[in-house]
Structure formats: structure tokens, C-alpha cells
């Protein structure tokens, strides 16, 4: 637990006669030590406090698509059909995006709708079957009028590259973090969000802490020109 980070989620599985099984899924709120010394010596030095994204734990087969899931950052970027499926999985096993959507989806529409308003909905807590935010379009309105949709880090624009079907996208990056906000709504101005492309903002969000735009645009100064309708290149 000592490698998960605040907001991963957490497939939970079993193995059982050469079936992998999905049961649940979890969003880790924090990692700490563990004190008690017989869980320790069973499950290791750290602990994940866990919210329940996927409610009562299923049983639910993989079958085929075992073999569909795809991994980053381990030895191995899928299982292995010869061999044992619970050493293959007792380890940490990054999923890759697409098989983790995948898995999402098995544990149904409400989880994955879930999902989908914890990546892109934001600000104001309000009451519903989970805890959703709220992102107000207004400002988003505002913030692409004053900004522009260049990425304030990189210098990419979707429209620049896509065409029309980029047109007016972007990202608004808060430079205060919502969760700071503990779902109470709070006043927001364009001074307080700067716009971003999808690359640059996911990797200012790997980090907890997130990193600060700032530097984030200086580290991509050093070494990089601006993005430009003709590409990028090294200094």
C-alpha cells in the first residue's frame, strides 16, 4: 500500500480455479502505517483508508476479458494464461485506463456514471446517491473568453491541430484545489483557473501535492519550444 496515492482506485479481486472474479471498487482517501502488529506481518507496513465506489462486493467472473486487461509499470503488460492466476495478481498490477474502464463498467451504469462525474465534474457538493460536484459552465465560458484555449503550459490548442472538431476545447485548471473546499461551494474567478490541454493536466494532477502550473511551464521551457500548428522540437 506504501506505492498507492490519495484518489487511486482500487480493484478488488479474487482468483478461484483458474477464474479471476471482480468483487468491488475502492478510492483511496489516504495511506497510513499500520499499527496493528498481526495485520502487518499478514498484509504489510501501510494501510489504505478506502471510500466504497462500487457498494455491496459482487462476484463477477472475468472469463474472457481476463485475458483482455492490460497493465503499466509492471514486468508483465497482461496475464498469462500458463500461469497461476493468484501469484500473477497478488502483486500490484496497474491497469491501464481502457481495462479499467472496462472493469467499471462491469460493476454497472451507476458505478461508471460515478466515475465520469468524479473526473470531470467539480466545486459544489450536493446531495445524491454519492457525493457529486459541480462545475460551472459560466465560468468556464469566462475563463476560455479571457485565457484563450492555448494551454497556458505547453502552448497546445486542440483547434490549432484538430479543427473543427477541437474547436473551443480545453481544460479549466483550478489553481486551488475543490477538494480544499470539503464540498461547500466557493467564489471563483478566471484569476483563480488557468486553461490547459489534457496531457499537461494530468500530469500536474500525478502528484499530490498538485504541481504548480508555473513550474510545470518552466520545466517545459528548458527543454522545449512552444507548441506550435508545426510541432514542437527541442532546444
Known amino acids: ?25 475502492l478510492q483511496v482517501k489516504k495511506v497510513v502505517p499500520e499499527s496493528d502488529s498481526a495485520l502487518q506481518a499478514e498484509f504489510g507496513n501501510y494501510r489504505a483508508v478506502c471510500h466504497n465506489l462500487g457498494g455491496p462486493f459482487k462476484i463477477l467472473p472475468l472469463r474472457k476479458r481476463k485475458w483482455q486487461l492490460r497493465f503499466v509499470n509492471t514486468a508483465a503488460d ?28 462491469m460493476l454497472g451504469d451507476d458505478v461508471a456514471l460515478v ?10 457538493g450536493r446531495a445524491a446517491q454519492t457525493v457529486r460536484t459541480v462545475r460551472s459552465a459560466a465560468l468556464r465560458i469566462s475563463a476560455k473568453h479571457h485565457w484563450g ?10 483547434e490549432e491541430f ?11 485548471h483550478h489553481l486551488n484545489q475543490l477538494v480544499n473546499t470539503e464540498g461547500h ?18 500530469i500536474i ?31
Not at 211 to 227: A, G, P, Q
Request: glycine share 6%; aromatic share 10%.
Open 1 to 25: 500500500m506504501k506505492a498507492v496515492r490519495k484518489g487511486d482506485r482500487l480493484f478488488i479481486c479474487a482468483t478461484s480455479e483458474g477464474e479471476l472474479y471482480l468483487l468491488g471498487l
Open 78 to 105: 497482461r496475464l498469462n494464461p500458463k500461469a497461476t492466476l493468484a501469484m500473477q495478481v497478488r502483486n500490484h498490477r496497474f491497469l491501464s485506463d481502457t481495462s479499467a474502464d472496462m472493469l467499471t463498467k
Open 115 to 124: 466515475q465520469r462525474e468524479q473526473r470531470f465534474l467539480e466545486g459544489q
Open 149 to 158: 484555449v492555448r494551454c497556458y503550459c505547453c502552448g497546445f490548442s486542440f
Open 162 to 172: 484538430y479543427g473543427r472538431p477541437g474547436e473551443g476545447f480545453a481544460i479549466i
Open 185 to 202: 461551494p466557493c467564489e471563483t474567478s478566471v484569476e483563480d483557473v488557468r486553461v490547459v490541454c489534457a496531457n499537461c493536466h494530468y
Open 205 to 235: 494532477h500525478r502528484e499530490d501535492p498538485p504541481l504548480s502550473i508555473e513550474d510545470l511551464r518552466k520545466r517545459i521551457s528548458k527543454k522545449w519550444t512552444n507548441w506550435s500548428p508545426e510541432g514542437v522540437r527541442p532546444k
